[in-house]
T-cell receptor, first 110, second 118 residues
Framework: QKEVEQNSGPLSVPEGAIASLNCTYS??????FFWYRQYSGKSPELIMS????GDKEDGRFTAQLNKASQYVSLLIRDSQPSDSATYLC??????????FGAGTTVTVRA | GAVVSQHPSWVICKSGTSVKIECRSL??????MFWYRQFPKQSLMLMAT?????????EQGVEKDKFLINHASLTLSTLTVTSAHPEDSSFYIC????FGQGRTDTQYFGPGTRLTVL
């Protein structure tokens, strides 16, 4: 079982819609969770971090964490063409190293 | 805040040569830096963890004699690809923990270095 698994893409959504990205992790002791956005040919850019169960909102992005279910998600509201990218879920089990999911590619159709 | 730079941004070299990549934290001290490699359409692969003033810790399968890492200060880590071969062509990305700026488990990534070995 992979440490971090993301729903397979690509995910295509119309402009203005909500994009929903899911991620599950295997290490129940994980305490830190991150979503990164990576444009093609570029390095990852931190979007959100979340540490407690529940929702965390930042602009059009909402991260949701459920440690009991070992599940973390990212919602992108009012999706824009500029949101088209690969979204990486990352979990920090220990020693500050991150375990990354394979990523979900999102395409926002104008 | 939390800006990480890398130099060079891209490099083309001949097979057998060595290439050095620098990673700098510009506005914070980074006690720990990480080096990743990413092949096209694949996710990030952690190569090694670098701590200031100590030897790097390499992930399984990564040759430490081929990928030399030096973390000489709290703001600079270097990765040297020795005797590079075409199969080493990849996108190399460093990241740093933001020591002293909130949580230390958040990694900020540099812009990456694209290496092409002919």
């Amino acid at each position: 079982q992979k440490e971090v698994e993301q729903n397979s893409g690509p995910l295509s959504v119309p402009e203005g819609a909500i994009a929903s990205l899911n991620c599950t992790y295997s290490d129940r002791g994980s305490q830190s969770f991150f979503w990164y956005r990576q444009y093609s040919g570029k390095s990852p850019e931190l979007i959100m971090s979340i540490y407690s169960n529940g929702d965390k909102e930042d602009g059009r992005f909402t991260a949701q964490l459920n440690k009991a279910s070992q599940y973390v998600s990212l919602l992108i509201r009012d999706s824009q063409p500029s949101d088209s990218a690969t979204y990486l879920c990352a979990v920090c089990p220990n020693d500050y190293k991150l375990s990354f999911g394979a990523g979900t590619t999102v395409t926002v159709r104008a | 805040g939390a800006v990480v730079s890398q130099h060079p941004s891209w490099v083309i070299c001949k097979s057998g040569t060595s290439v050095k990549i620098e990673c700098r934290s510009l506005d914070f001290q980074a006690t720990t830096m990480f080096w990743y490699r990413q092949f096209p359409k694949q996710s990030l692969m952690l190569m090694a963890t670098s701590n200031e003033g100590s030897k790097a810790t390499y992930e399984q399968g990564v040759e430490k004699d081929k990928f030399l890492i030096n973390h000489a200060s709290l703001t600079l880590s270097t990765l040297t690809v020795t005797s590079a071969h075409p199969e080493d062509s990849s996108f190399y990305i460093c990241s740093a923990n933001s020591f002293g700026q909130g949580r230390t488990d958040t990694q900020y990534f540099g812009p990456g270095t694209r290496l092409t070995v002919l």
